[in-house]
């Protein structure tokens, strides 16, 4: 089974929902949910917030993350991801942001991509080095954020029942 496959099913065992905020993937993560029938019973909203008027206006993310920290950093990941689930009313949000190429520099090579998934107000953020060409690397970015998704609902739900 196909990631997007596994998150909407999770998501539905739970009555949950999920939101994209998506920079370097383009709205590609929301593409790839949409692409299983049923989508609809999970997926909210998708945001693509490509320039940081976007990131700010649309997720939320402050205008001193985006300063200090730069567009393409783990912060600004965190924040897209928990700024997207509050506007959209989600239970889970996946976030991308990077530099897919060509180009980059040395601070920031092509490849360079940050996935954030925030659950219920919590967020973990991944970097990643990507290799390829600008295709190859959004599309190992939206694998990566698919099953990390997927990954941290299960996570969430073997939390819940220690709790318990």
Known sequence: MREEEQLIELLRERNWTVTTVESCTGGAISARIVDIPGASD????????????????LAGVSLKTLKEYTAVSSQTAEEMALGGAE???????????????????????????????????????RK??????????RRQA?????????????????EQEEEF
């Open 42 to 57: 999970v997926l909210r909203e998708a945001f693509v917030t490509y320039c940081d008027d976007a990131k700010h206006s």
């Open 87 to 125: 506007r959209a009313g989600a239970d889970v949000a996946l976030s991308s942001t990077g530099i897919a190429g060509p180009g980059g520099t040395e601070r920031f090579p092509a490849g360079l991509v940050y996935i954030a998934c925030a659950i219920h107000g919590a967020a973990v953020t």
């Open 128 to 137: 990643f080095l990507f290799p390829g060409d600008r295709n190859e690397v």
């Open 142 to 158: 939206v694998r990566e954020a698919l099953k990390l998704g997927v990954a941290m609902v299960k996570v969430h739900e073997e």
